[in-house]
């Protein structure tokens, strides 16, 4: 069968004896048929029309059953003394607003805390609050942190332990999300460079906030949620806890990753650079538990052992530890 | 789960729920284009395809108070669909596209299957929606550019060919790459044996 027949069929230019043609092959043979129903089928499914949306819009909306309102002198002067009230706030709002958030920012004396590449390290925050922080990670915590107000800047990955105070949230601002908790511990990867945060809870409840301000969703242990800038889209789905949290006790599991991504990983943690030469290499999935506070070489001889890589270490002198990761030649 | 982000967003539902027009309206605006494009696909009639489009999005803001979640929204709208197709292909005489008669009525028929086969319920849904995207983002690139352009831009295999500085004979081959791409990854989510097929076959 010439496939870009049915490919002109689906379009709609197919002739009539394209289209005979196409259907005595799917007479032919029941594999035809489940093959060209499913075409048919991804077809419908990325269907769309480019129609005048107004005007369709504009006679649904007609349709649509709305409870008649009555509105009388006196409703007309409340709803018209409403908006003077709402349009007299903003005019007062203008005058107010810039003098108190200048006020505000000198209060917001930052400290900010920075683990290099290659080591971890652990904080307590002044309200008791313990952070875990990740190789290659910032944290920035305002000073009037004391007076309750509880908001830091992370960037890179942190498993946060939250002590509970139902009066004063929590707030975590990363470049893309931002996070509200009233007690809880989770983990959060938020690299500036990867344009994707991840973050999972293990108990409490975690509201994840977009950047306009609202609260995008909320989630219950066990829950993973990844928001991508690329696609801005933000996938919450349950996961296995160790794979996400396990960094801290220095035991990683990489679960099903493609070996470009866990690369990356161990970039940051033993500070080297791993050069993939394989394109393909990279996008083999591995599994497998290691111990990340090993040498680097252990740890390569342990990929090397598990998958089908092979590595040289290549020392450079005022550089970061070159490493080529490329197929064991057979 | 995968979900617009602007759209994620209880409130919003809560508001479209409760029967704020401005939310169906946001629903409307987002989902139109590609219901009548489904349906279009079964009907080949334009305007009828549009008509029963009007009356799946009716029915969504009549049923509003049934709906759970965001997702449930298109899921609502493609069933609904799915059910005003079928209906229409049943009982009303579609003049015959084709001068023979016959095939008229195995493209009808086939037609029926793929409605038929659908599942539309609300997670296995969201799941096949997201996994479709998943798909059309991991093709090659010329290829993912001319599927993209062709499917959701609508554009014409010679427009596609003039913009990309390609033939009009890669281009066709690149669709049809894209397709047999999808079809092969997606092939264990788009059901397609039923049993009135089966007995069909036997008898």
């Known amino acids: 069968m010439d496939y870009s027949i049915i490919n002109k069929y689906l379009v709609g230019n197919a002739s009539e004896a394209e289209v005979k043609d196409i259907f005595k092959w799917i007479d032919s043979d029941l594999e035809n048929r489940k093959e060209f129903i499913q075409y048919k089928k991804i077809w419908a499914l990325t269907a769309k029309t480019t129609v005048n949306q107004d005007e369709n819009w504009n006679t649904i909306s007609n349709k649509l059953a709305r409870p008649k309102k009555h509105l009388n002198t006196i409703n007309y002067w409340r709803v018209a003394a409403g908006f003077l009230l709402v349009f007299g706030l903003g005019v007062m709002m203008q005058y107010i607003l810039p003098q108190k958030s200048q006020q505000q920012f000198t209060y917001l004396a930052e400290t900010w805390i920075e683990v290099p590449l290659g080591q971890m390290s652990n904080v307590v925050l002044p309200d008791g609050t313990t952070v875990h922080l990740n190789s290659g990670t910032k944290l920035a915590y305002s000073g009037n942190f004391n007076s309750g107000e509880r908001l830091v800047t992370l960037e890179g990955e942190a498993f946060f332990d939250v002590v509970k105070d139902q009066e004063h949230p929590f707030v975590i601002k990363t470049n893309l999300l931002d996070f509200k908790v009233y007690g809880t511990s989770f983990n959060i990867q938020a690299y500036p460079e990867d344009k994707v945060i991840n973050t999972t809870l293990v108990e409490g409840s975690l509201g994840i906030i977009g950047k306009s301000g609202s609260e995008i969703t909320r989630l219950v242990p066990g829950e993973n949620a990844t928001y991508s800038d690329d696609d801005r889209q933000l996938q919450v789905g349950k996961v296995n806890l160790d794979m996400y949290t396990s960094w801290k006790d220095g035991l990683v599991t990489f679960r099903n990753e493609k070996l470009k991504d866990i690369a990356r990983k161990i970039e940051r943690w033993y500070n080297v650079e791993i050069v993939i030469k394989n394109a393909r290499l990279g996008e083999e999935i591995y599994l497998g538990t290691i111990l990340k506070n090993k040498p680097i070489d252990q740890i390569l001889e342990v990929f090397a052992l598990t998958s089908s890589l092979k590595y040289q270490i290549v020392p450079r002198a005022n550089e970061r530890t070159l490493i080529y990761w490329e197929y064991k030649s057979n | ?203």
């Open chain 2, 1 to 203: 789960m995968a979900f617009e982000k602007i759209d994620l967003d209880d409130f919003f539902l809560l508001r479209f729920k409760s029967g704020d027009e401005l939310a169906f309206e946001k629903i409307f605006k987002s989902n139109h284009d590609q219901i009548v494009g489904f349906c279009n696909q079964f009907i080949s009639d334009r305007d009828k395809a549009k008509s029963l489009t009007q009356e799946v999005f009716l029915n969504l803001w009549l049923n509003r108070e049934k709906i759970e979640t965001l997702n449930g929204i298109r899921s609502f709208l493609y069933t609904y669909a799915k059910s005003s197709c079928l209906n229409y292909l049943r009982h009303r005489k579609v003049i015959s596209k084709y001068e023979d008669k016959q095939l008229q009525e195995k493209e009808e028929e086939i037609n029926r299957e793929v409605l038929e086969s659908f599942d539309f319920n609300s997670l296995e849904f969201s799941e096949l929606e997201e996994l479709i995207q998943k798909a059309i983002n991991d093709l090659p690139e010329k290829c993912r550019q001319v599927f993209i352009m062709s499917r959701y831009d609508r554009k014409m295999n010679k427009e596609i060919s003039e913009e990309l500085n390609i033939s009009v004979k890669a281009v066709e081959a690149n669709m049809t790459r894209a397709l047999k791409t999808l079809k092969s990854k997606l092939s264990e989510y788009l059901p397609a044996i039923l049993v009135q097929l089966i007995m069909h076959h036997i008898s």
